[in-house]
């Protein structure tokens, strides 16, 4: 969709049931569970890696540090990878806390940079900026046995911290 389309809350569930018109039942049951008043409809967006994370005293961790496009299912998921190393350092030292915070942006820096860039290289595949391209994947997906999907997550989660 272009950026900027707005369609007001109380026609929100049409709007996704005219979208999702003719997949399975259990995807349409959902859609008429929602109350459409409160139901978000977010533009997705995303930011360039950021050239420092932390200056002095003060540190940037999740979305404020790497806002990504939801195509990976990574920002909560870095969210609270950055949460776990930054108390680590917090934790154990005896040096200060800009040094803490200074070895917290080192370890973070590349690996959320990567996967925000990741994430993005998925985006126009996922979200039809090619239409046949989206077609494809969606066509491939649906092929992919469930531990192909799982294998692929677990491969980012083992590549971090908390792997
Ligand atoms: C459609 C969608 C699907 C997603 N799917 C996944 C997924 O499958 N897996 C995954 O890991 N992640 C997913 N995410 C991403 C995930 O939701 C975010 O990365 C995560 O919530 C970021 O956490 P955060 O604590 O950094 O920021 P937030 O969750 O945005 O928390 C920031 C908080 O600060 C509050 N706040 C803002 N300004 C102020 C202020 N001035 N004073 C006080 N409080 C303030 C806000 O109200 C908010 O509660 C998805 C996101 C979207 C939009």
Redesign the pocket.
Known sequence: MEAGTHVAPPHRRDELAKIFQGWPTAVQNLIQALDPETT?R?E?ADIDPLERLVRGRIAL?????H??T?TL????????EDAEVLTRYLHTTNISVPDALNRYEKARQDRTAELVLKARKRTSTIYGHEPSATQQWYQDLKQEPPETVINALAKVILAGPLG
């Open positions: 978000n977010l997705i961790l999740g979305d404020s540090a806002a990504t939801p299912g990574q920002g909560g998921c870095q969210a609270i």
